[in-house]
């Protein structure tokens, strides 16, 4: 049976060291407390650990019974953020074959967590495609399967690789979906933020924060080099989120004991995660090849692109 208890902590006393260097700032947070925040929506089951494919090492390693986020959500500004590591889970459909999502699990998940961005959401753009000025591998044709489903709850999702992001582009959507910007090299790398502008970053946040609608953004584990960490960190870095992806894939010796790449993670009763327990009657989800998310902790660094300024 996977244990509920572990030992973590919360925020106590914030002290932002801020050491720049090309394309990063190192940010360190004492933290000292019981659980999570309640913001935590999923996370690692208690015999979840970070298993690190490729170089370089998560900013934190999390070991068994440290329960690693793997979703988090937070209300920024007058609108929400889902930030979450499973863009590859949601492949399935035209352009990639296997399904790597259980249905009525990552479907329900998703529908609930649009609709707690944004009241009443209809209007979805799925962003970008792979071989787009700015690349997605998770593009709309490799996750048909999952976006099929949101048709069929009432959404209407569109597909566009436009660059750059600009609020022209974002005005007519009540959520933007970032299933995985590969922007620069990916593993070991963790992309390039250099080269996703501050102006897109400007128009993301004006899209939440100002005008009150709803971004999902994800990142990949570091299999196969899908991990662009840092790309996805710049722009919840500029959004203030609080927490940033890692350069990891969680492992989970129950489900997958041969090859780590499938887990079995715990659902919390927060916020939407209430709303797929009692649809589902599940406090847990599959998912494949995800990163955790972190908040800095002290004697650990965090990699994210320099401070977005307004």
């Known amino acids: 049976m996977k244990t509920k208890h572990f030992k973590a902590v919360l925020l106590s006393t914030l002290v932002i060291v801020a050491l720049m260097v090309p394309t990063i700032t190192l940010l360190s ?49 007058a609108g929400a953020v889902v930030a979450a590591g499973i863009g590859r889970t949601c492949n399935g459909g035209i352009k990639y074959a296997t399904q790597r999502w259980t249905n009525g699990e990552l479907d ?23 071989g787009g000025k700015y690349s997605v591998y998770n593009e709309a044709d490799k996750c048909s399967n999952l976006i099929a489903t949101l048709f069929d709850k009432g959404y209407r999702v569109e597909s566009k690789d436009i660059a750059p992001i600009t609020s022209s582009l974002l005005d007519p959507y009540d959520i933007l979906i970032l299933p995985g910007l590969q922007i620069g090299k990916g593993t070991p790398d963790g992309g390039d933020p250099d080269l996703f502008p501050d102006a897109d970053v400007a ?74 327990r009692t649809a589902t009657g599940k406090t847990t989800i599959t998912l494949y090849k995800v990163p955790s998310l972190t908040m800095p902790v002290p004697g650990v660094t965090v990699e994210i692109a320099p401070k977005y300024q307004e």
């Open 29 to 77: 947070v004492d933290l000292v407390s019981a659980q999570w925040p309640e913001n935590v929506i999923v996370q690692g089951s208690g015999v979840c650990y970070s298993n690190d494919k490729t170089v370089p090492p998560p900013s934190k390693p999390y070991e068994a019974g440290e329960m690693p986020p793997i979703m988090v959500a937070k209300r920024i500004g």
């Open 108 to 130: 329900v998940l998703l529908d609930c967590a649009l609709q707690w961005m944004v009241e009443n959401a209809k209007n979805v753009l799925w962003y970008g495609s792979e």
């Open 203 to 276: 128009a993301i946040v004006d899209f939440v924060k100002v005008k009150g609608r709803g971004l999902f953004i994800m990142d990949s584990g570091d299999y196969d080099g899908f991990c662009f960490h840092r790309v996805s960190n710049k722009i919840l870095e500029a959004l203030e989120f609080g927490f940033f992806f890692q350069h990891d894939t969680v492992a989970d010796p129950e489900t997958d004991p041969a090859e780590l790449k499938y887990v079995t993670v715990d659902v919390n009763a927060n916020a939407f995660g209430a709303d797929y």
